[in-house]
C-alpha cells in the first residue's frame, strides 16, 4: 500500500502545483484584463470614493464641496444650489454639467503624478481632487435668483473687459444636492427642461433684442459717424410707429411710445420695429446683415473657457435670393435665427469695451491637490474687435440715450449707477409665446481703464418689457456693489 | 538506594524520548506563537483600517487561550504527536477568524464559539482509547448512526439563512450539518472495512481485459454502504458533499486494492454523473454553462464566480490589505469564496501561504498513513488526507474556474460550525494517529 499512499500523495501535490499556477495566471496574466471590465465594481466603488475638489467663488465662499460618508464613499454637497447654473452638478449616476464638466478632470485629481498615484493606491488613500476657483459672486448669483421669481428663464452677468463671469442663473433649475432622487422628475419635462443651461445652451428667438445688431449694422453702413451719427440718430422717422407684419405677427412699438414723431434713437428706445425694417434694403444689404451677423459671431457656438455651449441651427444666409418676408423676419428677430443670452451678452460687452469682444471665462484659478497656492488659468489675452470703435461709441450713446427715455429700460436702474440699456419682447412658437429681454451695463470706468458690468436677462412667456429689466436691475446692483 | 539494569535501561530510554520530544515541542510553541503574531496583527489592522471598537479583538484572546490550552493538554497526552497539524489547523482557524470579523462581523462571535467547541471536540479525542478501536469495531453502528442523522435532516432539516437546501439541524442559535459527520464516519467505515479485507482483496481479483478489479464479494458491502450515503446527499442536493464522497471512495479503493482501473473507471462513472446530474438537476447544469462561459452571464448567472476571479485579480501579489478590499461585492463571500477573499486582501501571497498551510497538513497526513503499520491506521489517515485534501482542491478549483463550483467550503477558514468541527475532530484523529505512529516506532 506503501506505493500507492506515495502515488496518491504526489497527485495531490500536483493538483495543488495546479491550483498555484490558475492564480498565477488570473493574477498576472489575466488581471489587467479582468481588472479593467466594465462590470468590475471596484473601479465603480474607486470612482465613488474620489473626494472631489472645492468649487469657491470669487470671495472664496465653497459653491461645491465633497464629504466622505460613513461607508467611506464620496458626496458632493451644493451649499448653495442657486448656484447651480454655474456649478453645474456632479452625479456617479448622471456624469457633470457645468463647472463640474468644464474642470472635471481637475476636481477628480486626474493630473496627479504617477508616484502620487502610487502613494495613493498603496495607502488606501481615496483620490483627492484639485479646487476651482471661479469668477461668480455668490451675491450676485441669490441677487438674480431672487430677482426672477421662479420665472422660466436666464440671466448673465459679466464684467467687462475681464470677462468674468459673475454670475449666471437658468430657471427652471434643479438643486444638484437631490439630482439623483428627482432625475426622472428632471427629465420628463421637455418644454421646462430644468437640466438645460439656458444661458449657454438654450436657443431664443432674439425678436426685438436684434435691433442693437441691426442699429450697429445701421450705423457701421455710415464711414464717418462723427459726423453723421448725429444726423442717424436724430432725424424723425414719420413711419417709425407702424407696426410691421411678420409671419403673422404684428410687430409694433413697446406700450408707453409717445405718439409724437420718432428719430432712430427714440425707435430704438421704444423697440419699434418698422425703422429697422425698413433699414434691411435701404442702408443695409441682406449680405451685409449676414456678415455682421457673423461677425458678432452669431452664427457658431459662443466661447465660454472649458463650457459646453450651442451653435445655432445653420440657416440660409441672407442675400440677393432671400424673400422679402424672409428679410423681414430676420430684420426684426423673428426669422430662422436663434440665440443663446451668452451670444447677447458678447455683443454688450463689445459695446462696453470700445467694440473689443471679451475673454468670457467662469474658472480664474486652480489649486492642485495639497497645494496653498491658486495657479491662474490661462485665459487668451487677444480680444477681437467685433464692432468698429466708432459705432461701438455710438451704440453705447444711444443704450444711454433708451435708459433716460424708456420706462422699460429705466426699471433696471438702481441708485446713482449709470445705465446702458435696451429691452425688446420677441415671440416664438405656434401660440407666439413672448419672451422679455433686456440688453445692458453700467460703466465702471476709473480713469483710462474702461470697465463696465454686463447684463443679459431674458424671461420665458413674459410679455412685460419692463420684466427682464428688472431682473438686471438687482443683478447690476449686486454687481456693482455699493458706490464707492 | 540502588536501580537494577531494566530500570536504568529504561530511565535512558526516557531521557531518549524527552530529548526527541522537547523540541518538536518548542516548534510547537513557535508555531503557535507566530500564528498568534499574525492574526493579533490581522485583528489590529482590521480595527485600524475599519475603524471598529478595540472590543473585536476579543476573538484573537479566544483564540490564544484555545491554543495555549490545546498546547498543552496535547503535550500531556500526545507527547510524540506531528508537532505541525495542530499550529496549522489553528493558524488557518485564526485566519479564518479575521476573515470572518472582516466580512461578516455579525458572525465573528458563533465562529469563535465554534472554535471552542471543536478545540473541546479535539481534545476530546485524545482521552478515548488511542487504538482507535472504538471506531473500528462499530463501523457498521457509526455510519448508521451517521445516515440516521441525514434522515432525520430530511424531514427536520432547516437552513440558517432562511432558504436554499435544509441540510442543517438547530439548536438553537447553532446549526449543525450532519453531512459533515458523515465525512468522517464514512472514511473510519472505509479504512475498517478495507483494512479487514485489505489482503484478500488484492489477492482475489477479477480480470476484466487487461485489468484486474477485486472480486464482488468483497465490494459489495462498502458499495451498499456509500451508495445510500451518495443517495441520501442527493436527495439533499447536497452534491459538492456527493462529489466529495464519491473521490474519496475511489481513492481510498484504490489504495486498498492497488488496483489503478478503478481509479480510471472511477473518473469515468465521475463524469457520466455529471452528465447524468447535468440532466437531472438545473442547478448542476447552471453550474456547468456558467464554468463553460462565465462572461457572456457576467451580471446575472455567473456573476459569483466573475466577481471572484476579479477579487483574485485585485489582490495582485501583495494584496489590498485586510479591510481595504472589496471582497464583500463577491454574494456568500464568506461561505463558498473565502478564498477569493484572502486572495483580494492578503494577495497572491497570503493565497499561497492558505495553500501551503493544506498542503502540509495533507502530505504529513499521508506520511502518517506511510510510516504507520496497522492497515486500519494507514486508511485513516490517507482517507482522512485525501477527504481535507478533495475538499479544499474542490473549492480552490472552483473558485478559480478550474472546475465547476461545488459548495464546499474552505477547511478551517470559511464560516460554518460544521465544517470546523468537523475539520478539528480530523486534525484530532491525525494527531492521535501521528502519536500512535510514533508509540509503534
Known amino acids: 500500500m506503501t506505493a500507492e499512499l506515495n502515488r496518491v500523495t504526489r497527485a495531490l501535490v500536483l493538483a495543488f502545483g495546479i491550483i498555484v499556477l490558475a492564480i498565477g495566471y488570473w493574477v498576472v496574466v489575466e488581471g489587467g484584463r479582468l481588472l479593467a471590465r466594465e462590470d468590475n465594481a471596484r473601479n465603480v466603488i474607486a470612482e465613488q470614493r474620489i473626494l472631489r475638489g472645492t468649487i469657491y467663488d470669487r470671495d472664496g465662499e465653497p459653491l461645491a464641496y465633497s464629504r466622505a460618508t460613513a461607508l467611506g464613499l464620496a458626496e458632493r454637497v451644493y451649499p448653495y444650489p442657486e448656484a447651480a447654473g454655474a456649478t453645474g452638478y456632479y452625479s456617479f449616476k448622471y456624469g457633470t454639467s457645468g463647472i463640474e464638466e468644464a474642470f472635471n478632470g481637475v476636481l477628480r485629481g486626474d493630473g496627479i503624478s504617477a508616484w502620487d498615484a502610487f502613494v495613493n493606491r498603496t495607502l488606501h488613500r481615496p483620490q483627492e481632487g484639485g479646487d476651482v476657483r471661479s469668477t461668480i459672486d455668490l451675491d450676485v448669483q441669490q441677487a438674480i435668483a431672487t430677482a426672477m421669481k421662479g420665472r422660466a428663464g436666464a440671466a448673465v452677468v459679466a464684467h467687462v473687459p475681464s470677462g468674468r463671469v459673475l454670475g449666471m442663473v437658468s430657471l427652471p433649475g434643479y438643486d444638484p444636492n437631490t439630482l439623483d432622487a428627482d432625475w426622472e422628475r428632471l427629465t420628463v419635462d421637455a418644454t421646462t427642461s430644468p437640466l438645460l443651461n439656458r444661458v449657454t445652451t438654450g436657443l431664443y428667438q432674439p425678436g426685438g433684442a436684434l435691433q442693437t445688431v441691426m442699429l450697429a449694422a445701421i450705423l457701421g453702413s455710415y464711414s464717418n459717424l462723427s459726423e453723421e451719427a448725429g444726423f442717424v440718430l436724430n432725424t424723425e422717422l414719420p413711419l ?99 440665440v443663446t443670452p451668452l451670444h447677447m451678452l458678447q455683443i454688450v460687452a463689445a459695446i462696453a469695451n470700445q467694440g473689443n469682444g471679451i475673454p468670457l471665462h467662469v474658472v480664474d484659478a486652480l489649486r492642485p491637490p495639497g497645494a496653498d497656492d491658486w495657479e491662474p488659468v490661462e485665459i487668451p489675452m487677444h480680444h477681437p474687435a467685433i464692432l468698429r470703435m466708432d459705432v461701438a461709441e455710438v451704440v453705447r450713446l444711444t443704450m444711454l440715450q433708451a435708459a433716460a427715455q424708456s420706462p422699460h429700460v429705466r426699471a433696471a436702474q438702481r441708485g446713482e449707477l449709470v445705465l446702458y440699456g435696451h429691452t425688446g419682447i420677441s415671440y416664438a412658437g405656434p401660440d407666439a409665446r413672448p419672451y422679455s429681454w433686456f440688453l445692458g451695463f453700467v460703466d465702471q470706468t476709473l480713469g483710462d481703464t474702461p470697465a463696465a458690468i454686463a447684463v443679459v436677462v431674458v424671461l420665458e412667456g413674459e410679455s412685460d418689457p419692463a420684466a427682464a429689466a428688472h431682473v438686471a436691475g438687482d443683478a447690476l446692483a449686486a454687481a456693482a456693489g455699493p458706490p464707492p | 538506594m540502588s536501580t537494577t539494569t531494566a530500570e536504568m535501561a529504561a530511565l535512558d530510554l526516557d531521557e531518549m524520548d524527552e530529548e526527541r520530544i522537547r523540541p518538536q515541542a518548542r516548534r510547537e510553541r513557535l508555531l503557535l506563537a507566530l500564528a498568534g503574531l499574525f492574526i493579533l496583527l490581522n485583528q489590529v489592522t482590521l480595527i485600524v483600517a475599519r475603524d471598529r471598537g478595540w472590543e473585536t479583538l476579543w476573538p484573537v484572546g479566544v483564540w490564544a487561550l484555545c491554543a495555549a490550552i490545546g498546547h498543552s493538554v496535547l503535550e500531556r497526552r500526545l507527547p510524540r504527536r506531528d508537532p505541525l497539524f495542530f499550529p496549522l489547523a489553528m493558524f488557518l482557524t485564526g485566519w479564518g477568524l479575521n476573515l470572518i470579523s472582516r466580512l461578516v462581523p455579525g458572525f465573528a462571535d458563533r465562529q469563535t464559539l465554534w472554535l471552542v467547541i471543536g478545540l473541546a471536540a479535539l481534545l476530546a ?258 482517507g482522512l488526507s485525501v477527504t481535507l485534501a478533495v475538499q479544499s482542491l474542490l473549492i480552490l478549483a472552483g473558485v478559480l474556474k478550474l472546475v465547476p463550483l461545488t459548495g464546499v467550503t474552505l477547511p478551517f477558514v470559511s464560516y460554518g460550525g460544521s465544517s470546523l468541527l468537523t475539520m478539528f475532530v480530523v486534525t484530532g484523529l491525525l494527531l492521535v494517529l501521528s502519536n500512535r505512529e510514533k508509540d509503534a516506532a
Open chain 1, 240 to 338: 417709425a410707429h407702424v407696426p410691421v407684419q411678420v409671419n403673422g405677427l404684428e410687430l409694433g412699438c413697446l406700450p408707453g411710445t409717445p405718439g409724437d414723431p420718432l428719430t432712430l434713437a427714440e425707435a430704438y428706445a421704444y423697440g419699434c420695429p418698422g425703422p429697422f425694417a425698413a433699414a434691411l434694403g435701404e442702408r443695409v444689404s441682406p449680405e451685409r446683415l449676414w456678415e455682421r451677423f457673423d461677425v458678432l459671431g452669431l452664427l457658431r457656438a459662443p466661447e465660454l473657457a472649458g463650457f459646453r455651449t450651442i451653435a445655432p441651427p445653420a440657416i440660409e444666409p441672407l442675400g440677393a435670393g432671400t424673400s422679402a418676408q424672409d428679410l423681414l423676419a430676420a430684420a426684426t428677430g423673428q426669422g430662422a435665427l436663434t
Open chain 2, 125 to 382: 479525542l485524545t482521552i478515548l482509547p488511542g487504538d482507535l478501536r472504538w471506531l473500528r469495531r462499530y463501523r457498521y453502528t457509526w455510519l448508521i448512526g451517521g445516515l440516521a442523522l441525514l434522515g432525520v435532516t430530511i424531514v427536520l432539516g432547516t437552513n440558517p439563512s432562511g432558504f436554499g437546501p435544509r441540510l442543517w439541524l438547530g439548536f438553537g442559535r447553532l446549526y449543525y450539518q450532519p453531512s459533515e459527520l458523515l465525512k468522517i464516519l464514512l472514511v473510519a467505515f472505509l479504512a475498517s472495512y478495507f483494512a479487514d479485507h485489505e489482503p484478500y482483496m488484492r489477492l482475489d481479483s477479477r480480470r476484466l481485459g487487461r485489468w484486474s478489479v477485486p472480486a464482488p464479494a468483497f465490494l459489495g458491502p462498502v458499495l451498499l454502504m456509500w451508495g445510500v450515503s451518495i443517495v441520501v446527499l442527493v436527495w439533499q442536493r447536497d452534491l459538492g458533499t456527493a462529489t466529495l464522497f464519491f473521490v474519496v471512495f475511489m481513492i481510498m479503493l484504490y489504495l486498498a486494492s492497488g488496483q489503478a482501473a478503478l481509479l480510471l473507471g472511477g473518473l469515468g462513472l465521475l463524469a457520466l454523473a455529471g452528465l447524468a446530474a447535468m440532466q437531472l438537476f438545473d442547478v448542476v447544469a447552471l453550474r456547468v454553462r456558467v464554468w463553460l462561459d462565465p462572461w457572456s452571464t457576467a451580471d446575472s448567472d455567473a456573476y459569483q464566480i466573475v466577481q471572484s476571479l476579479m477579487a483574485v485579480a485585485a489582490g495582485g501579489l501583495f494584496g489590498q490589505g485586510i479591510g481595504q478590499g472589496q471582497p464583500t461585492i463577491i454574494p456568500v463571500v464568506h461561505s463558498d469564496f473565502a478564498f477569493a477573499a484572502i486572495a483580494e486582501e492578503w494577495g497572491m501571497l497570503g493565497a499561497l501561504a492558505v495553500m501551503a498551510a493544506l498542503a502540509v497538513i495533507v502530505v504529513r497526513g499521508m506520511r502518517v498513513a506511510v510510516e504507520t503499520r496497522q492497515a486500519f491506521d494507514r486508511l485513516l489517515a490517507a
